[in-house]
């Protein structure tokens, strides 16, 4: 089982841990939160069942199940009620579904990571003296090197070495839990 697998398990086993909500926080919705913890409690549960418990609207409780089915959070079996002869849906917990989640976003943070280093280690800065602002050639030039802050005169910086090495330590760090 790889780090990643191991890692999002025992996440999922502490689902009130900060990671994993702000995770789904992040993609699906802070909103979503409280029906989450309830249905990861529950083997599997009607949507009816699910408004009554959150003692909200039942299609304020659908817009949140549909946007975490979006996201593979959970899974829905229609089934028809033998009363009315009307189909409800049942809805559960699909723990996979974090783990497919935390993937995508360390991912898209990679990348991103992986932008800012480029960008870092390539592009010319100008910064005044204060280091009030720092800014690229094109933004300095237009405001004619002038600090936007202090009115200084900006000056050409050097790659920001420290910073460039947090990236890469950000990065390699993101690379080995993925492993």
């Given at each position: 089982?790889?780090?990643?697998?191991?890692m999002?398990?025992?996440?999922?086993?502490?689902f009130?841990?900060?990671?994993v909500?702000?995770?789904v926080?992040?993609?699906?919705?802070?909103?979503v939160l409280?029906?989450?913890r309830?249905?990861?409690?529950k083997?599997?549960?009607s949507e009816?069942e699910?408004?009554?418990i959150m003692?909200?609207d039942v299609n304020?409780?659908?817009?949140?199940?549909?946007?975490?089915?979006?996201?593979?959070?959970v899974?829905?079996?229609?089934?028809?009620?033998?009363?009315n002869?009307?189909?409800?849906y049942?809805w559960?917990?699909q723990?996979?579904?974090?783990q497919?989640?935390f993937?995508?976003?360390?991912?898209?943070?990679?990348?991103?990571?992986?932008?800012?280093?480029q960008?870092?280690?390539?592009?010319?800065?100008?910064?005044?003296e204060?280091n009030c602002?720092?800014?690229?050639?094109e933004?300095a030039?237009?405001?004619?090197?002038?600090?936007?802050?202090?009115?200084?005169?900006?000056?050409?910086r050097e790659?920001?070495?420290?910073r460039?090495q947090?990236?890469?330590?950000?990065?390699?760090?993101?690379?080995?839990?993925?492993?």
């Amino acid at each position: 089982m790889t780090r990643l697998k191991l890692m999002v398990t025992k996440l999922m086993l502490d689902f009130d841990n900060g990671i994993v909500e702000h995770m789904v926080s992040e993609s699906v919705g802070s909103d979503v939160l409280p029906l989450l913890r309830k249905l990861k409690r529950k083997k599997e549960v009607s949507e009816l069942e699910l408004a009554e418990i959150m003692e909200a609207d039942v299609n304020t409780v659908r817009n949140q199940l549909y946007r975490m089915h979006q996201h593979n959070l959970v899974f829905s079996e229609r089934r028809r009620d033998e009363s009315n002869g009307w189909y409800v849906y049942w809805w559960g917990f699909q723990p996979k579904g974090l783990q497919n989640l935390f993937t995508r976003l360390s991912k898209k943070s990679l990348a991103e990571l992986e932008k800012k280093l480029q960008r870092e280690s390539s592009t010319t800065f100008y910064a005044c003296e204060k280091n009030c602002a720092r800014l690229e050639f094109e933004d300095a030039y237009s405001i004619e090197f002038r600090c936007p802050e202090c009115g200084e005169l900006m000056h050409l910086r050097e790659a920001d070495k420290d910073r460039i090495q947090v990236l890469k330590r950000q990065i390699a760090a993101l690379k080995a839990t993925a492993r």
